[in-house]
């Protein structure tokens, strides 16, 4: 089983200001790795897969890079409703698996 | 457009059986299968197992094999998932998720509202 890891498990960033969380898996995915924004009460909100991808509806601050077993979301232009927990998500083995997650807080 | 709505928050007593429900609309419902995914308070999210429900195949996590049951009713475009021999540790939000093409398992783009399932006795 794929073991993910994530890191910061907290930062905090000020508004306009760029966020970069790290996702680290303890082997290859290929370019198999989602990101989720989680708030509180909500489910996951899917924000970019196949490593890079934005899905439908998500603004362009919010991207994508890495493949094998090291991804980085960056924040661009951080905004108040960006305050959540992130997750990443590994769907190259079986059984799928998701990150510990990154606490992001707005100063 | 896509909707999974979820049935209502549940209370068991350890030992008991706790069946979920969700709902599907705004799509070919046999065209997509349908996960679920369990999150307990201050956790990450956790992969239960999915069904195909065009043909009713299933696959779970050994964390839950046994114990985990997901089947469809393709007449009503719904999906249950029961969870059996409940403990305190079950207490959590459970979802039921979809991915974003037709025939893809991951990742998810839809997702239920979640149920809150607590394990109190």
């Known amino acids: 089983e794929i073991v993910m890891t994530q890191s910061p498990a907290t930062l905090s960033v000020s508004p306009g200001e760029r966020a970069t969380l790290s996702c680290r898996a303890s082997?290859?995915?290929?370019?198999?790795l989602a990101w989720y924004q989680q708030k509180p009460g909500q489910a996951p909100r899917l924000l970019i897969y196949?490593?890079?991808t934005r899905a439908t509806g998500i603004p362009t601050r919010f991207s994508g890079s890495g493949s094998d077993t090291e991804f980085t979301l960056t924040i661009s232009g951080l905004q108040s409703e960006d305050s959540a927990v992130y997750y990443c998500?590994?769907?190259?083995?079986?059984?799928?698996?998701f990150g510990p997650g990154t606490k992001v807080e707005i100063k | 457009q896509v909707q999974l709505m979820q049935s209502g928050a549940e209370v068991k007593k350890p030992g008991a059986s706790v069946k979920v429900s969700c709902r599907a609309s705004g799509y070919i419902f046999t065209d997509y299968p349908i996960s679920w995914v369990r999150q307990a308070p201050g956790q990450r999210p956790e992969w239960m197992g999915w069904i195909n429900v065009g043909d009713g195949q299933t696959k779970y996590s050994q964390t839950f094999q046994g114990r985990v049951t997901i089947t469809r009713d393709t007449s009503a475009n719904v999906v249950h998932m029961q969870l059996s021999s409940l403990t305190s540790e079950d207490t959590a939000l459970y979802f039921c998720a979809r991915a974003p093409y037709s025939g893809s398992y991951l990742p998810y783009h839809y997702w239920g509202q979640g149920t809150l399932v607590t394990v109190s006795s």
């Open positions: 998500q590994q769907y190259n083995n079986w059984p799928p698996g």
């Open positions: 196949i490593s890079s």
């Open positions: 082997q290859s995915v290929r370019s198999n």
